[in-house]
């Protein structure tokens, strides 16, 4: 599906506009290039950077519908085994890691839109995933949304913080913005309890009590993972977490592989939404993918967090093929 802007010019037409009128032509007109190389009295080697032109301005976006990637029979064996609301599983084909990554978080972008109503409450957590979503997701106004930031900043490898990721989905949703301010975690609980009573933090706070819908990744629990990255925990206090059955993080809290906390020292440290209040929602959108985060995603969906998933085919495969 293609969203062209077209623009005509009185007489000769001539720069963008006729950039514009052969993109109407391919795209909309179904003319192939060489109809409309004779159209436009060009020749179709012109016509071919006509609309390279087109997709490399923006003038043109593509999208595929998301029931393509929902209806199909894995996405339904994903929903089914999982009790899930629905599944949106995209192709790995033979690309990368971080190809895949972006396929995934381009999946999630086009789908998200159709899961949101006029007054949700959404709830967005952050990580690569997660902002990946975020820079992924065109521009549309959906009425009266409130986005809120599920877990307070801290430091990222990767060259964004967690207010990035709620404040584009905000800003590509036309929302209203309630980032929490103030770091994920602190060094003493007592300061994290006095920082939690601030008027203002406490506000941000209560605002996540409200939220009927949250998109989320699934950690995992290695030295290599994003909250060892990001200076969440330190190795020594993973090693803790996992020697008490720690299976994979969601929003900065540790999970057994029934999905039920794990509770330490670093839950009296953290600013950010606590696991209970994502249990229930409406939706519980979980975006993660890649042999590393099976476990974390079954024990987020056997927590009772999730109701939808957003993964690749090789993903899904492993998650379906772990558990029979």
């Not at 995934?104 to 839109?113: Q, S, Y």
């Not at 939220?211 to 950690?219: E, P, Q, R, S």
Request: aromatic letters at 6%; hydrophobic letters at 45%; proline letters at 3%.
């Amino acid at each position: 599906m293609a969203t062209i802007t077209r623009r005509r010019t009185v007489g000769q037409i001539s720069g963008e506009s006729i950039v514009i009128e052969a993109a109407w032509m391919y795209y909309h007109d179904g003319l192939n290039q060489t109809e409309i190389a004779e159209t436009l009295h060009v020749s179709r080697a012109t016509v071919v950077n006509y609309l390279q032109e087109a997709r490399s301005k923006g003038f043109i976006r593509i999208s595929l519908a998301p029931e393509i990637f929902t209806g199909h029979q894995l996405a339904q064996d994903l929903r089914e085994r999982f009790n899930l609301k629905a599944a949106h599983v995209v192709p790995a084909g033979n690309l990368s890691e971080e190809e895949v990554l972006l396929r995934v978080a381009r999946g999630a972008a086009e789908w998200l839109p159709s899961l949101l109503n006029p007054g949700d409450r959404l709830g967005v957590a952050w990580g690569r995933t997660v902002y990946e979503v975020a820079e992924a997701l065109e521009e549309r106004k959906i009425k009266d949304i409130i986005v809120s930031q599920l877990v307070g900043s801290m430091a990222t490898p990767y060259g964004f913080t967690a207010e990035i990721c709620s404040a584009h989905m905000a800003q590509n949703l036309g929302a209203k913005c309630i980032n929490l301010h103030a770091p994920a975690v602190l060094s003493d609980p007592l300061l994290a309890k006095r920082l939690r009573n601030e008027p203002i933090i406490k506000s941000q706070l209560e605002a996540l009590s409200h939220c009927n819908k949250a998109i989320f990744a699934a950690g995992s629990c290695t030295p290599q993972s994003h909250i060892v990255g990001s200076g969440l925990v330190s190795v020594k206090d993973l090693d803790w977490y996992v020697e008490r059955g720690a299976t994979g993080v969601l929003c900065g809290r540790f999970i057994d592989a029934k999905g039920k906390p794990i509770l330490g020292k670093l839950d009296d440290r953290m600013i950010g939404i606590s696991l209970d209040k994502l249990q229930g929602l409406d939706i519980g959108l979980l975006v993660a993918d890649g042999e590393d985060k099976v476990s974390p995603m079954l024990a987020a969906i056997a927590g009772g967090y999730v109701t939808h998933v957003v993964t690749s085919d090789k993903t899904a495969r492993q998650m379906i093929e772990s558990v029979k």
